[in-house]
């Protein structure tokens, strides 16, 4: 069964006690306003990253020689891959001082190994190295821009349900915040059980033990293995 932007709008009123449900209906001119109110609450969702309950898996290719890629509504990268031959090949994240800030040659074309990523307008900046010396197709699996709504849009289309009531909550106490008026109790113990079951169970970090040799190679790239090598070695 369809559920709009328009019900949940209304219900908002109703629930947040400024609409009587039994004795007034809610006008066009506060139907406008739920729906700026509740995209702007759709739009904070997405600073949050721990509010985001979707994740969504990205396919693109990187390209001969560029080291920088604008991924679109891009928030959060959780794992980036790229593939070789039917292959799929793990790049390690890196932090921005060290990729920025360390010493390194620029002029190889080989396959890609680190990576950083940092939030722009609209998106954000993908950044790589090695530059690639071919073509690679790449995957991103992480979080992304909830979509802002429409009117007479059908939610369920969008949301799960959840998450739906959620919003459906969020808006009524941004509409009591706006008109002055004090938060029903029950708004707010609602509103409190949704936020800590979605940012519990939508971010589930992963506590798994990895092990690591104490004769494993670490530090970074040698000259040798750049220019030599161009990042293959033979198996350990």
């Known amino acids: 069964m369809a559920y709009t932007t328009n019900q949940l709008i209304s219900s908002s009123y109703y629930t947040a006690g400024i609409v009587s449900r039994e004795f007034e209906t809610v006008s066009g001119a506060q139907v406008g306003d739920g729906l700026t109110w509740l995209n702007n609450i759709i739009t904070e969702k997405n600073i949050d990253e721990g509010m985001v309950p979707y994740e969504t898996t990205y396919n693109a290719n990187f390209v001969i ?13 959780d794992t980036l891959t790229f593939f070789l031959d039917e292959v799929r090949y793990a790049m390690k994240y890196e932090k ?4 920025f800030g360390s010493s390194r040659v620029e002029n190889i074309q080989t396959l ?3 990576w950083y990523f940092e939030r722009q307008l609209g998106g954000g900046n993908l950044s790589i190295y090695f530059q690639p010396d071919q073509n ?9 821009n909830i979509p802002t709504v429409a009117l007479g849009q059908d939610l369920t289309l969008v949301f799960d349900e ?14 009591c915040a706006e008109y002055a008026y004090d938060v029903p109790p029950g708004v ?3 509103l409190g059980k949704y936020e800590a079951w979605i ?12 092990k690591t040799s104490t004769l494993q190679k670490r530090g970074s790239f040698n000259y040798a293995f750049i220019n030599l090598g161009k990042g293959w070695t033979t198996p350990s």
């Open 188 to 190: 707010v113990k609602q």
């Open 112 to 114: 890609p190994f680190e």
């Open 162 to 175: 959840f998450y739906t009531t959620y919003l459906h909550y969020c808006l009524a106490e941004r509409m």
């Open 65 to 77: 020689g560029q080291e920088t890629y604008f991924i679109p509504n891009l928030i959060q990268i």
């Open 199 to 210: 940012n519990k169970n939508s971010r589930v970090l992963d506590l798994r033990l990895t």
């Open 96 to 99: 921005r001082n060290a990729y």
């Open 136 to 144: 690679y197709p790449m995957q991103i699996h992480g979080i992304f």
